[in-house]
């Protein structure tokens, strides 16, 4: 298949498709090469154009919502109005744009993908064909100022924006809702429609009547009752199990046990929830009750269980270990609760001989002791539930919990292998408590606790769920960006391993904004090199390395960053992975433009001394993936030989050319010396050095 490449771009397939979803691929061929291979990138990229927000797929389970298990009344049996209003605001004249705001927890979400559904439907006559339903991940390069021009654009799309969480620090909230309009006109033309979910104060539907007139306040909500009937009867197709959520109206038999749960202030999240909790337990009165404590967080289990300790720290501090050493033995858990406490192990034998056992102990903490092993597993949710308790009855706790942790999760120490279960806990702890207070408090763990990549790991972890959370990730994204240019080289760590993981899949423009201040830090220490390690793993990821590319090349060489030199040379480095390297210079093969990229690039680094000692290892990296015919061999000459006539007299290029004194070089960077064309009178002078240094 034939590809239109744009200048200085690399050869792509359009659109970007969905993150997650299957990337469409074309051929290139690495020529030239003993060892050719088929390289596979895919994605629109320019180094001149904005590169669009990410997208993904409505997930097909929200769809079954609104599809099968719509609930239109509210506890009252008034029509909740949401949904409808929208639907006329997205068809009559005007901008395609719809913008529903309230307050959480009224289904603002399901309403948004219902009338995106249901003018899928309107039009689809029309069209042919139904639109095609996606999110659109809010990736702003800076999220209190959105810049619109990254929203996409495809024809014959629905898209949903949620930005309830951030619209409140938008510095200039009034101009970014015109432009949202203005590009809700283009829609228009296309075919396509928008729907953005705001809470009830950001949009500034006050400052004009075109800013009212694309509002749908969410004033009322479905009924928590009907739409936990609907999810169990046509979502999880268990129809049987609506008599647990029988009301008294209902008139069905008698009151469900489940029926207590929901009131007329509950919402549709809660209600989706024990449907799917009711759904998934064994049609057993234990398994339900079971469940019924699951939905409510063993609210009522855990406080009784600290009333009736109220004079027994130690059985709390048992309780605790057994939260964060699931599984472990019961010794090992009393000795972490022994650590916790700072306490000694008793000596005094009557003290030794007096009291209920271990076991006995454990158990009316509501562990399950089964042989030496101690477990909260059998109680789903149980432990979150104890932690939430004592983060919130007990704040002097947060920061001796904190260095406890820390100390039960060292090399050899019990927590050791215990790291992801324990991440997740602290991460339902943020965003469950939905106060930034719980992050500072992680955030401030990074300098104070063991200097290791498993600490680190572990926070980045948490860091990592809570920048992606609902209510509480915008105000830790914007956190990330202020901490990725901080000093201390721990923190900036911590970050750096946060952009290499998931937080790049959904926010990868972020990633790499936050990634940048990182590289451009004075000295190449261990954050700037886990900075290094993380831009190449989001490069090496499907579909990314064209973002990636178009970033850090415009980073280098119009922006002329440390971070961009840093960035260009990690990326085209084959040592640890030659794909980038392979990628680009099939591409360069082909087209000019990236060729020139590539000279470019090479040109502003060798330009900075900061960067002179990773140009001397690429060169020689270079050099050896050429000889090992891992790369273009002409072509690796071809590039080299512009450069270096640029640069004859950098400490780099002189090194290759000539040498530097005890440094002997190997085959590959002689045979690369010997091939590139110089002036006669270097070339001249490097002959007289070739028979020293083989």
Known sequence: MTEEVTP???????????????????????????????????????????????????????????????????????????????????????????????????????AGIKALWEVSRLGETTRGKPLTLQEIRPDWDTPGAPDIEMLPEEPGTGYLLDVAAEIGSWHNA?????????????????????????????????????????????????SAHRVARAHLEYVHRKPDRTRWLNTISAGEGPVGDAAHLLTDNSS?????RLAATLADIDDTPQSLETGLATFQQWRSEVSNVFKTTEENPDDRALLIAAVFLNGKDALTIQEAARTLLRE?????????????????????????????????????????????????????????????????????????????????????????????????????????????????ELIARVLTVAAEADSLGAAVRSRLLDWAQESSQ????????????????????????????????????????????????????DGYLPR??????????????????????????????????????????????????????????????RVDAQCRELLTAWAQARKARRVPRDLVKEILDQVLVQHLYSTPVSALIFGEPGVANDEAVIELRKDLRLPPALSAARLDHDPVES
């Open 548 to 609: 990636v590319w178009s970033t850090v090349i415009k980073w280098a060489t119009e922006k002329k960053h440390l971070a961009g030199h840093r960035a260009f040379l990690s990326l085209l480095d084959p040592r640890t992975d030659p794909y980038v390297l392979k990628v680009m210079l099939a591409a360069a093969e082909q087209k000019p433009e990236i060729k020139e990229a590539l000279v470019k690039g090479w040109s502003v680094a060798l330009a900075d001394t």
């Open 174 to 222: 009034g101009q970014v809702a015109l432009q949202l309009v203005t590009y809700a006109e283009n829609l228009r033309h296309k075919g396509s429609f928008l729907v953005v979910i705001t809470d009830e104060h950001g949009w500034p539907d006050a400052a004009s009547g075109t800013l009212a007139r694309v509002v749908v306040p969410a004033k009322s909500r479905p």
């Open 344 to 456: 000694p192990q008793q000596t005094n034998v009557r003290t030794i001989l007096t009291g209920p056992d271990l076991t006995a102990r454990l158990k009316a903490m509501g562990a399950k002791v089964t042989g030496r092993a101690v477990t909260l597993g059998h109680k789903p949710g149980y432990a979150r539930a104890v932690l939430l308790h004592l983060w919130q009855q007990r704040a002097d706790i947060h920061p001796p919990l904190l260095a406890w942790l820390d100390t039960i999760t060292s090399p050899n120490e019990p927590g050791a292998d215990q790291l992801a279960p324990i991440g997740d806990l602290l991460v339902q702890l943020a965003v469950a408590e939905n106060d930034f207070r719980v992050v500072e408090q992680i955030y401030a763990w990074i300098d104070k606790g063991d200097d290791s990549n498993e600490h680190r």
């Open 8 to 110: 200085n771009a690399v050869p792509s397939v359009s659109p970007l498709p969905p993150l997650g979803a299957p990337v469409p691929s074309f051929r290139v061929d690495v020529h030239h090469n003993d060892s050719s291979s088929i390289i596979v990138a895919a994605g629109p990229v320019t180094m001149t154009s904005k590169q669009q927000l990410p997208v993904a797929d409505i997930p097909k389970a929200d769809l079954d919502v609104v599809r099968l298990a719509w609930v239109k009344l509210d506890a009252r049996d008034e029509s909740v109005p949401t949904a409808s209003a929208a639907i006329d605001v997205l068809t009559r004249d005007g901008p395609a744009l719809a913008v529903i705001a309230g307050s959480a927890g009224y289904g603002k979400r399901t």
């Open 268 to 272: 549709p999240a809660d209600a989706a």
């Open 490 to 541: 721990a923190v900036a760590t911590v970050v750096a391993l946060v952009c290499r993981g998931e937080f790049a899949d959904h926010f990868p423009r972020q990633a790499l904004v936050r990634l940048r201040h990182i590289l451009d830090r004075t000295e190449p220490d261990d954050a700037v090199r886990a900075a290094q390690d993380a831009l190449r793993a989001i490069a090496a990821r």
